[in-house]
């Protein structure tokens, strides 16, 4: 090995998460595990305290998500380089959290096979997308994007709300939010409420 190790940051709140990343980079004499952090605020107290050369990022984390977690550390140090660990190949969500700033993005179902060669490629100025992902935003490129408001109302249906309790909660008329559930549906390819909701889910346009 020539060099000093590429030193690393991990951010997951799985604890069994975390010792599998540790266990597959024990054996790279390149990689250095420096630090962990089982949510957004401790990952952001984390690379303040340590400045790993890449931090592997989760994204559904308990109190700030791995999304604002990457705007924060980001805007603190712009050189920050970040790899995204997550389960889903949503394009909504892989789309957030590279507009936040992250050079990578990597399915959990791979770290054995493509972690070690992600990381590497990332220090080395390269961004690096799992295939699968990279397919799904290609498939929704031109897709028209749902507005902030009919989020709100997807998320409201996606909990379980009538048109007229999401109406109340939003301060808006139930016409209204018919109106917004016709709009959701056309741009999302659904063939109901429901259908609406789980598309949602899948691409990551809601959170799970």
């Known amino acids: 090995m020539s060099g000093a190790p590429i030193r690393l940051l991990v951010v997951d709140d799985h604890p069994l998460l975390r010792e599998g990343i540790a266990g597959v980079l024990e054996g790279e004499d390149d990689l250095q595990l420096v630090a962990e952090a089982a949510d957004g ?57 590279l507009q936040a700033g992250a050079q990578g993005y990597l399915l959990k179902s791979s770290l054995r096979k493509e972690l070690v060669d992600t990381v590497r490629g990332v220090m080395a100025g390269r961004r690096r997308i799992a295939a699968e992902v990279a397919g799904e935003i290609a498939a929704h490129a031109g897709d028209t994007p749902l507005s902030a408001r009919e989020i709100e109302i997807l998320r409201g249906v996606a909990a379980g709300n009538s048109n007229k309790i999401v109406a109340a909660r939003l301060g808006i008329s139930e016409e209204t939010v018919k109106a917004h559930m016709k709009s959701i549906l056309a741009k999302l390819g659904a063939n109901d409420r429901t259908h609406a909701v789980t598309i949602g889910l899948r691409r990551g346009i809601l959170d799970v």
């Open 41 to 97: 605020d401790e990952a952001v107290a984390a690379f303040r305290a340590h400045r790993p050369d890449v931090t592997l990022m989760d994204l559904q984390m308990p109190r700030r998500n791995g999304v604002d977690a990457i705007i924060a550390i980001r805007a603190e140090f712009p050189g920050a380089r970040i790899i995204v660990l997550t389960t889903y190949a949503g394009d909504a969500q892989a789309l957030r959290a």
